[in-house]
């Protein structure tokens, strides 16, 4: 039993009087802090083009199983936009590249306004291309010329201009089929290096035969970049030039050196590179005697999950058409926003389901989101 001091009249001796008090009750541990959540939603009608005027009672939307209350559904229009536009320039992509360069300067325009002191001001543009290295051409930035300039003179490295793909003894790696891209490593570093320090609403648009051959991330490790980036990406997937290589992770091993710089982007590459590589090399692929990769599949992957879309360019004519749809859907989209009803600040993952209450309407949402670790 713990004693108490009680003052009493100062006239007496002693200053206080020292009574038994009971045991103080120990305090309850705070409860978790709410989070709000706020996702990109596409919705679109049966002809494929956006769906606007709907509201947060159209829909029901579930996190971890939970049903969930939607607190609100707007309009994203004029909120600041961030778009990586990543192009896959490997040989088997050269007789589309002309096509490409020439499309994307148009969505490029769609972007940005003319005036960057306009309404949407705020909208930023990067560029990558990726074959055999990954290369940040142009860091965000709202200036039209300087994209322009750089996807007309936008090609593919030194080391993949030789259609063998064969390179020197020196680079620590052992020559490789022609006809693939770092695509995870692209997608991976657009969405870690420049989006996931940035805020508002991020978009990348992936132009590739999705064909990957020797990226040391896996397609799990980009698509878990993005979301950990809040990063939506929309995919065009065009065949090339040359049929996929029957290719898969643990056949013929390529070796990397110590660092893996990326040339051309940041000074020195992306910063740090991979220290100490990756001891042995990545097993990507080779003549396994396993399945073909199936590259539109593992592009409609990438973007589905990510709560993107993905679409087949057949002919390079095509291609004006579908960055048109691109730019519309970012145009239409919603961001919807609500409070889990159980959360926790521990690095999770949240697997998030949105359904519409009609049939007229098809809705695309990211699988889900990452919570954050500590807040």
Do not use: W
Not at 311 to 331: P, S
């Amino acid at each position: 039993m713990r004693l108490q001091c009680i003052p009493i009249a100062a006239a007496l001796s002693f200053p206080c009087l020292m009574v038994p008090v009971a045991a103080q009750q120990p305090v309850a541990a705070p409860k978790a802090q709410a989070h709000e959540v706020v996702l990109p939603v596409t919705v679109s009608n049966k002809r494929g083009e956006p769906d606007p005027g709907l509201t947060a009672g159209d829909f029901t939307l579930t996190d971890n199983g939970t049903q969930q209350t939607i607190t609100s559904l707007t309009q994203a229009s004029g909120q600041p936009l961030q778009v990586g536009i990543l192009v896959d320039t490997s040989s088997a992509m050269n007789r589309a590249l002309d096509t490409e360069r020439k499309t994307a300067e148009k969505f490029v325009d769609l972007m940005l306004p003319a005036d960057p002191s306009g309404a949407q001001g705020g909208n930023q543009v990067f560029l990558v291309h990726f074959d055999r290295e990954v290369e940040l051409i142009r860091d965000l930035t709202g200036s039209r010329s300087a994209l322009d300039s750089d996807l007309e003179q936008m090609g593919s490295t030194p080391a993949a201009q030789n259609g063998s793909g064969a390179e020197t003894a020196s680079s620590g790696r052992q020559p490789r089929a022609s006809g693939g891209a770092d695509l995870y490593d692209a997608i991976y570093l657009a969405s870690h290096d420049v989006m996931k320090p940035g805020q508002g609403r991020k978009v990348l648009v992936v132009f590739s035969q999705g064909v990957d051959l020797g990226s040391r991330e896996s397609i799990n490790d980009a698509i878990d970049a993005a979301e950990h980036a809040h990063t939506i990406v929309y995919t065009i997937y065009f065949k090339g030039s040359e049929e996929p290589l029957r290719l898969r992770r643990g056949g013929v091993g390529n070796t990397y050196p110590d660092t893996y710089p990326y040339p051309g982007g940041y000074p020195g590459g992306y910063p740090g590179g991979y220290p100490g590589g990756y001891p042995g090399g990545i097993p990507t692929g080779g003549s396994t005697g396993m399945p073909p990769v199936d590259a539109k599949k593992n592009m409609a992957e990438i973007a589905t999950r990510s709560g993107g879309r993905a679409f087949e360019a057949k002919r390079t004519d095509d291609l004006a058409g579908i960055y048109n749809q691109v730019a519309e859907d970012i145009e239409g989209q919603y961001l919807l926003t609500y409070t889990p009803s159980s959360f926790e600040a521990d690095g999770s993952f949240h697997k998030t389901v949105l359904t519409a209450k009609t049939d007229d309407v098809t809705v695309t949402i990211p699988e889900g989101y990452y919570a954050p670790e500590g807040k």
